[in-house]
């Protein structure tokens, strides 16, 4: 009988033996519950990031579509608009070089006596015209504007595209080629292959496998 009871030393043994993989299950489970966390969270901040920029990519090809179907009133739906122009500081009778420039919508009451604006298809052709205002008329709602500084010309209000702003920047030069045939297919091309890449390999979540087991 004496042989069934545990002496002093042993019981001190298992009572360390039992302590000790307490502690350890206790240390290990939240281990791998913060683990599964952080990994959560992870993946929730790359998706958001992910999605905003998506966002920001659908709204560019919206601002640069209405110029592309809608071009004669694309400057007064965005307010913006970058155009192809002939600057006003060239000689008619020499060869013209074209600039991409920056326009807004044109309102008799934001511009005045010198002031630039351009105007669309002058001598026949397909581009926009920089001149300069030398004279308004309220009354009859024209104005006149030169090219050259010595030939006149005289517009009514509607018959002018826009208000010059400045000629553009490379990032100007950038929008502006999106909004012409080729660029917006490039862009869109380049924005499907960016997106559709990151969201394969970063965002997607891995379809399970199905095991079937057979009983």
């Given amino acids: 009988m004496l042989n069934n009871f545990l002496t002093t030393e042993e019981i001190l043994k298992r009572i360390h033996t039992s302590t000790s993989t307490v502690q350890a299950q206790k240390t290990h489970v939240p281990k791998a519950v913060k683990s599964q966390k952080d990994v959560d969270r992870k993946n929730k901040i790359k998706k958001i990031i992910y999605f905003s920029l998506l966002a920001l990519a659908i709204i560019h090809i919206v601002f640069v579509t209405i110029p592309l179907i809608a071009?004669?009133?694309?400057?007064?739906?965005?307010?913006?608009?970058?155009?192809?122009?002939?600057?006003?500081?060239?000689?008619?009778?020499?060869e013209l070089n074209t600039k991409i420039v920056q326009i807004k919508p044109f309102r008799i009451d934001d511009v005045s006596v010198g002031d630039a604006v351009v105007i669309y298809g002058k001598f026949g052709t397909?581009?926009?015209?920089?001149?300069?205002?030398?004279?308004?008329?309220?009354?009859?709602?024209?104005?006149?504007?030169?090219?050259?500084?010595?030939?006149?010309?005289?517009?009514?209000?509607?018959?002018?595209?826009?208000?010059?702003i400045r000629e553009t920047s490379l990032f100007g030069t950038l929008l502006f080629v999106a909004t012409q045939a080729r660029g917006y297919l490039?862009?869109?091309?380049?924005?499907?292959?960016?997106?559709?890449?990151?969201?394969?390999?970063?965002?997607?979540?891995?379809?399970q496998k199905n095991i079937n087991i057979k009983k």
Avoid: C, H
């Fill in 126 to 164: 397909n581009v926009y015209w920089v001149e300069e205002i030398v004279a308004i008329d309220y009354g009859n709602q024209t104005i006149d504007a030169s090219f050259d500084g010595f030939l006149r010309n005289t517009y009514l209000y509607e018959e002018v595209s826009g208000t010059l």
């Fill in 71 to 94: 071009p004669a009133g694309a400057v007064n739906v965005i307010g913006r608009q970058y155009v192809m122009a002939v600057p006003n500081n060239q000689e008619l009778d020499n």
């Fill in 186 to 207: 490039a862009l869109l091309v380049t924005y499907t292959v960016i997106f559709g890449t990151v969201y394969y390999f970063y965002i997607r979540e891995p379809k």
